[in-house]
């Protein structure tokens, strides 16, 4: 079936650990989105990427970092610098940057520091 | 940049219809989606709308002002299962498909 993946379902980091959160999609969707939930909250963008080999910051940014070498997969890596990491994190994508298609979404990955 | 208001929760009956709003400001517009939320889970696609109106799928409709800057979500003859958060998102007209998502309404469904 075709979808979104997201790996690991719960992620716990220690203190000044680097840790990656997966997310692979065989949906062969151009553009693909990471975002951060917290509690209550709505969803605020990390990274996007709308093509292979580039990527762009979202409004929070800092202390995360991403890759895009295939199309399939968006990697998020949770740096040591991102004091606050726990949270709900949830990938996405659509089959081109423009148009009306909605974003689908991946299970998510929950993130806790020990 | 984009503000996006909702109220932080609602409550009805099952059966009763309801009505969650959204309103927005934004430095530009290119189309409004709802998503529905449960707990620990991912968001679903609900609806889209880009042109003033109401849009109907089964027992979900929504509708835009893009003048008013407003939409609401309409749920008709609700159920238990529709007990989640929903969650109204902004895309501008930007180069990428990127959402600007309010802060979510959370809906209680009672007996």
């Known amino acids: 079936d075709g979808g979104i993946t997201q790996s690991p379902k719960y992620l716990f980091r220690k203190e000044g650990q680097n840790v990656t959160l997966s997310c692979e999609q065989n949906l062969n969707h151009d553009a693909m989105y990471w975002y951060r939930q917290d509690p209550g909250q709505g969803l605020r963008l990390i990274y996007y990427?709308?093509?292979?080999?580039?990527?762009q910051k979202g409004d929070i940014a800092e202390g995360y970092s991403v890759s895009r070498e295939k199309k399939e997969s968006f990697p998020l890596t949770v740096t040591s610098a991102q004091k606050n990491p726990t949270a709900f994190y949830l990938c996405?994508?659509?089959?081109?940057?423009?148009?009306?298609?909605?974003?689908?979404f991946g299970p998510g990955t929950r993130l806790l520091v020990l | 940049g984009q503000n996006i208001d909702q109220p932080t929760e609602m409550t009805a009956t099952e059966g009763a219809i309801v009505q969650i709003n959204c309103t927005y400001q934004?430095?530009?517009?290119?189309?409004l989606f709802w998503y529905q939320q449960h707990a620990g889970e991912a968001p679903t696609f609900l609806s889209y709308n880009v042109l003033d109106g109401l849009e109907e799928k089964g027992r979900f409709s929504s509708f835009l002002s893009r003048s008013k800057g407003y939409s609401y979500l309409l749920l008709k003859e609700l159920q238990m299962k529709d007990s989640a958060s929903y969650l109204c998102a902004v895309r501008n007209t930007g180069t990428a498909s990127k959402l600007t998502f309010g802060t979510g309404t959370r809906l209680q469904v009672t007996l």
């Open positions: 990427s709308q093509i292979v080999n580039d990527f």
């Open positions: 996405a994508s659509t089959p081109t940057s423009r148009g009306a298609e909605t974003q689908y």
């Open positions: 934004t430095s530009g517009f290119n189309g």
